[in-house]
């Protein structure tokens, strides 16, 4: 369905077309009309597809008709999961609205509070937060949500996973009149249907795919490996293959330090995205990767939802995560928008478990893959079962690649003070 189609005003399809938008995607087509007139809506669809201009397009096309001459009150929020996908939502917001006579903001842990609450106190139409610091402002009394009409939840069921239920029902309690609510979310669990008929009013459902599946468009493959070998086959596969843009997702935050600082040596550049990180050095890490100055980005799962970088190519797991949904998620950072992409995942006796849980949750079996140098027997308890000539071979392959990326360096460098001397010379 062309965009022209769904109704939108003048102002606000033209800046969509602006964005490249051409055709809507389904679950679009069948969000959009539902929200505008005026129905809930639990909603789920995977990760890739077009949630958030779901509810968007049609929360700013209602808000605009509505405008008043008069100051900006705020009358939508939106609450999601993480500062990094509350960024991505705040600045497709704005990024849609720019003909509209609309005020929108963010807020988010991590920000600073005066900023924010000024912000908030000179006038907003529409809110994006994170649940905790929208209650800090609340408490605070930086912001009202009295006049509130519409509420979004984007990616429920992470919000629910991370906690955040008690925050949810109290900035719910806030809100005076109950408003238009529209629950979004990649998997449809127990915990969002159960929030769903506390906070809906005889909601539309829609699903416009099975639940918990992946992309057909992800090609999924599993390298059986010794945990301590992992780092080793990553820098393998990226430098071989001559991987230059790969998101690999590690099991904490020391584990990513630890591994980017492993892929430096290596001669890979990396950065760093994860709770730990401020959130300017978070921002500056994902604008080196999305622009290619930086190789690998590694990062926790505070980043499996919220990152959108067009046509990412590779989405590696380092380790399995702890929660099989959250397998979904992660990979859901490549093959975005109907694009192919591929996800691979480095698996140790430690992880068999997780891998279990995550074939059960999406009714399918992995393709394996086999390196020679790094075969694996799961059912041994032996650390490695290649043979030693094999070893032999993948680890001088290995040590290879490492030292030609380390005097490809070197040289870069010796380049460099080079240039710097002559145009110190020539001042």
Known sequence: MSVDAIGLSAELLRAVKACGYKSLTPIQQRAIPAIRSGQDILASAQTGTGKTAAFTLPLLDLLAQ???????VLRAVILTPTRELAIQVAENIKQYSQNLPLNSGVIYGGGKMAA????????????????????????LRNVSLSQVKYLVLDEADRMLDMGFLTDIDRIRASIKVAPQTMLFSATFSEKVKSLAKQMLNTPKT????????????????????????????????????????????????ESANQLAKELKLDGIKAVL?????????????????????????????????????PDLPYVVNFHLPFLAEDYVHRIGRTGRAGKSGTAVSLVSPKDEKFLGNIELLIQRKFDYVVLPGYEFDPMSEKKQ??????????????????EKNIAIKQKQNIKAKKKLKGKKKRK
């Open 66 to 72: 509505q405008k008043h001459e008069q100051q900006s």
């Open 116 to 139: 924010q609450a000024n912000m908030l106190k000179s006038g907003l139409d529409i809110l994006v937060a994170t649940p905790g610091r929208l209650l800090e402002h609340l408490t």
């Open 206 to 253: 829609i699903e416009v795919s099975k639940q918990n599946t992946t992309s057909g468009k992800v090609k999924q493959f599993v390298y059986r490996v010794s945990e301590s070998r992992k780092r080793e086959l990553l820098s393998e596969l990226i430098g071989v293959n001559n991987w230059q843009q790969v998101l690999v997702f590690a099991g904490t935050r």
């Open 273 to 309: 995205c994860h709770g730990e990180k401020s959130q300017g050095a978070r921002n500056k890490a994902l604008e080196q990767f999305a622009t290619g100055q930086a190789r690998v980005l590694v990062a926790t799962d505070v980043a499996a939802r919220g990152l959108d970088i």
């Open 385 to 402: 079962t290649a043979s030693p000539k094999k070893v032999s071979e993948s680890k001088n392959r290995y040590q290879a690649t490492r």
